[in-house]
């Protein structure tokens, strides 16, 4: 049974409408992650997941007794607000005691915070408190809207990895919304390619070789795609036709996906 369903769902700012018939359902333990170009929806449509946006047209079913956990694009914290991270994480969770967000920190790779203060926390240190803010209340399916903005790459890879190890120890499902292609083709069991309706949704490698996907992303993300599946420079047949520069020097350029 999916944990949430959409069924037809339609969502407009006043006339704008932003989302058209969009249909998915998330099933247990999956990670989903939804790409698409700037303005395609995908806050919306994580939005309109928790209730915050009603959809015009169409219906969002949950599981019954469904916890989500969401962890925000951004969040802004007066400096001059002084708040610890231990206070941070029960201002929505009035009744999650010291041991629970203890135990949410150390869940999000950061346990010795605790007692730091909120404004002096790294960009990568405030989004592990934020993914731990979201483990509070142990949900059984956690939202990420670009979580790792602002993030190195190595921060944000080792994010995405902090986030399936959370996957592995409590079975939580995961629908984030990322630009980094290739940790997206790495580290989702499903792809949503979303342009205001979805355009094509399947494995990484299905989506990567879809045109509508190709259409969106070009080139670029053929170059992504290699950079994931080659780790080594290869040798190819010089005759081969499969429709990319046989440039090795430059191999995460390649169009891979039509081998
Ligand atoms: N509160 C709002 N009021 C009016 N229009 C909005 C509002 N929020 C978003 N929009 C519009 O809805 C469209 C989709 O925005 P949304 O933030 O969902 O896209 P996105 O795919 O998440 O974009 P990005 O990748 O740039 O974050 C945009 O055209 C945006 O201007």
Not at 17 to 33: D, G, M, Q, W, Y
Not at 85 to 95: E, G, I
Not at 169 to 194: N, Y
Request: proline share 5%.
């Amino acid at each position: 049974m999916s944990l949430v369903s959409v069924e037809n769902v339609s969502v407009g700012y006043g006339a704008n409408t932003v989302l058209r018939n969009v249909s998915f359902a998330v099933t247990p333990k999956e990670i989903v992650t939804i790409v698409g170009p700037n303005g395609s929806g995908k806050t919306t449509l994580l939005r309109t997941l928790i209730g915050a946006i009603r959809p015009s047209t169409g219906r969002i079913s949950q599981k019954p007794g469904l916890r989500i956990g969401y962890v925000p694009q951004k969040l802004h914290i007066d400096p001059t607000l002084p708040i610890t991270v231990n206070r941070f994480l029960r201002l929505p969770n009035s009744k999650a005691d010291r041991k629970t967000c203890a135990a949410a920190l150390e869940r999000a790779g950061v346990p010795d915070l605790t007692n730091r203060q909120m404004s002096a926390l790294s960009g990568g240190q405030l989004q592990r408190v934020l993914l731990a803010r979201a483990l509070v209340n142990e949900p059984d399916l956690l939202l990420l809207d670009e979580a790792t903005q602002g993030l190195d790459q190595p921060g944000s890879a080792a994010f995405y990895r902090q986030i399936e190890e959370v996957r592995r120890e409590t079975g939580c499902a995961v629908v984030m919304i990322s630009h980094e292609l290739h940790v997206v083709m790495s580290a989702s069991d499903r792809v949503i390619c979303l342009n205001g309706h979805v355009c094509c949704e399947g494995t990484p490698d299905i989506v990567s070789a879809a045109p509508e996907y190709r259409a969106l992303f070009g080139t670029g993300t053929g170059g992504a795609l290699a950079l994931y599946r080659h780790e080594h420079d290869h040798a190819h047949d010089e005759n081969c036709d499969h429709g990319h520069a046989h440039d090795h020097k430059n191999n995460h350029r390649q169009t891979e996906a039509a081998e």
